[in-house]
């Protein structure tokens, strides 16, 4: 069987770092178009939309791609629902037309429908019931209007009782009347997107430049400095947009942020029965307010989310607290058969949102993005949700651009598919397992290749569905440098802290290896 080979252009590694840091010497102190500061999604957006421009970009993250929010959503591509009942139209409307771009043209391998169901129990008034059938009706309506096909995505409709115990067999059945059924995008993992993104933006000639800390940054350029050997680099350029998330005041002291925390927890599936669908259960006492159990690959369901202020510094690694463990072990407990305890917990996770400082809770803050040119040209974008990330990117370069007096080819990531990406029909022809097509698209034959001349490669690791050849993989062409990169971004192993304990050790070999075989080379 002939595989096909990884392009090149859209490999990320240590040699390609290497060879584009020495690359930044040797410019002489010509500048580039456009430097971005972070290496979320933001910010990978931003270098694609850049590159596919035309454009000469450097991207520069101080620590891995995905290491900071963006690798801590619930991984659902959500299309606005929640932003009718608070009034936000627009911001509704741009999530459900950026959910179809996602969906059907951009990244279909990543992002798959996924149904969503409320359980009607007793709790429930039929008035209530009213309401979330409207809500859901208002949802098709929006669907219709982005234009995503009916095929993929089904108008929303109520489900009898024993529909809804097929698709959540876990929820109580006593007082169940049934559920409303609609049905949304889900991420098979929300960091694989943002890696997507930053190789089919090299790929287009960006340098991606990961354990580089942007130092002494202006509108006109920064300085980078190499994590792994302290060595520093001068970058000059035309335009700089600071997309470095919930860091972003730190690059641009006059943005005032107020993060908000949202928390998950990690549960095997069989706690929810195998349930199919993503089950959303209001929160007790409160309006337009739920908790839901999203079933994940890999055996897992997370449940979530909060909407907590979070003051003070911010942390690299967010952590929830003891009371938002126990407030979504309580609300989803309320409708299942058999409740979940902590001790059944496989770990747990919680990220910053970047919100603009405004008065009232966290939660009422509009997910409406901001983009915020400086006096010297510096531009900042902030707000936002994963679904809009396309939008943002796309906002924050044009803002970018006219800073700099850039003249730039019109944005074109709503057609552009990323990395491995390929209509359904072909991806559902691709010679390799489901798992892998999910996560690598029409890429997944050559991640199998990389077990040739050692089946051993093709074994699941500690446990896990994961095998070496994935590792290998994401070390060869997807920027991993080490094993956190491995198991926390590249995998999500880490999700689950036995199992990260487990496979730890193979990693760091796997790296181990890969780095002696370079130097060799």
């Given amino acids: 069987m002939n595989v096909p080979a990884v392009d090149p252009g859209a490999s990320l590694n240590a040699r390609r770092r290497a060879t584009e840091l020495s690359d930044l010497s040797a410019r002489g102190g010509r500048p580039v178009d456009v430097l971005v500061i972070g290496g979320g999604v933001t910010g990978a957006g931003v270098a694609l939309d850049a590159a596919a421009r035309g454009l000469t ?9 995905a290491f900071g929010t963006s690798r801590w959503s619930s991984k659902l591509v959500h299309g606005g629902l929640r932003y009718l009942a608070t009034g936000d139209l627009s911001v509704a409307r741009e999530s459900a037309v950026e959910r179809g771009i996602l969906l059907e043209r951009t990244a279909p391998h990543l992002v798959h429908p996924v149904p969503q169901l409320f359980p009607l129990h007793e709790g429930i008034t039929r008035r209530a019931e009213a309401v979330i059938r409207a809500g859901c009706r208002a949802g098709d309506l929006l669907r219709r209007s982005a234009g995503t096909s009916a095929q993929l995505l089904p108008r929303s409709r109520r489900a009898g009782r024993e529909e809804t115990l097929q698709l959540a067999p876990g929820v109580r059945p006593d007082g169940l009347r049934g559920g409303v059924l609609l049905w949304e995008g889900r991420l098979t993992d929300d960091a694989r997107l943002v890696v997507c993104l930053a190789r089919t933006a090299a790929r287009h000639g960006a340098r991606i430049l990961t354990r580089c800390a942007a130092e002494q940054i202006t509108g006109r350029g ?12 001068g970058v000059d350029a035309r335009t700089v947009v600071n997309a470095a998330g919930v860091w972003a005041g730190e690059v641009a002291p006059g943005i005032r942020l107020r993060p908000s925390r949202g928390s998950h927890l990690v549960l095997p599936a069989s706690c929810f029965a195998g349930q199919r669908a993503v089950l959303t259960v209001p929160v007790p006492h409160t309006s337009n307010r739920f908790v839901m159990a999203i079933p994940a690959p890999d055996g897992r369901v997370y449940v979530g989310l909060t909407d907590r202020d979070a003051p003070g510094p911010v942390p690299d690694v967010p952590e929830p607290t003891p009371d938002e463990v126990d407030f979504l072990l309580d609300t989803v407990n309320g409708v299942v058969q058999r409740p979940v305890g902590r001790g059944e917990l496989c770990g747990t996770f919680a990220g910053l949102r970047p919100l603009l400082d405004s008065p009232g809770r ?6 409406r993005h901001a983009v915020i040119t400086a006096s010297d040209g510096l531009v900042t974008v902030v707000g936002g949700k994963l679904t809009t990330y396309r939008r943002m990117a796309e906002d924050a370069l044009d803002a970018a651009l ?10 074109r990531t709503a057609t552009l598919p990323l990395v491995g990406a390929a209509p359904r029909v ?11 097509v999910e996560r690598y698209g029409v890429e997944a034959p050559a991640v199998l290749a990389e077990a040739a001349g050692d089946p051993a490669l093709l074994e699941p690791l500690g446990g896990t569905p994961v095998t070496g050849a994935e590792l290998l993989f994401a070390v060869r062409h997807e920027g991993a440098l080490d094993a956190s990169d491995l198991l926390d971004r ?24 890969h780095a002696r075989v370079m130097r060799e080379c």
């Fill in 426 to 436: 072909t991806l559902a022809r691709v010679a390799a397992p489901l798992r892998l």
């Fill in 490 to 513: 590249r995998t999500r192993i880490g999700l689950d802290d036995a199992d990260r304990d487990r496979v730890l050790p193979r990693a760091q070999e796997l790296v181990g290896e």
């Fill in 57 to 65: 970009v450097v991207l520069a993250e101080r620590h891995d791609l």
């Fill in 402 to 411: 006219a800073a700099g007096g850039l003249d730039a080819a019109p944005c």
């Fill in 362 to 367: 966290s939660a009422d803050i509009s997910r």
């Fill in 222 to 233: 920064a300085v980078l400095r190499d994590t792994l050997t302290g060595e520093q680099y």
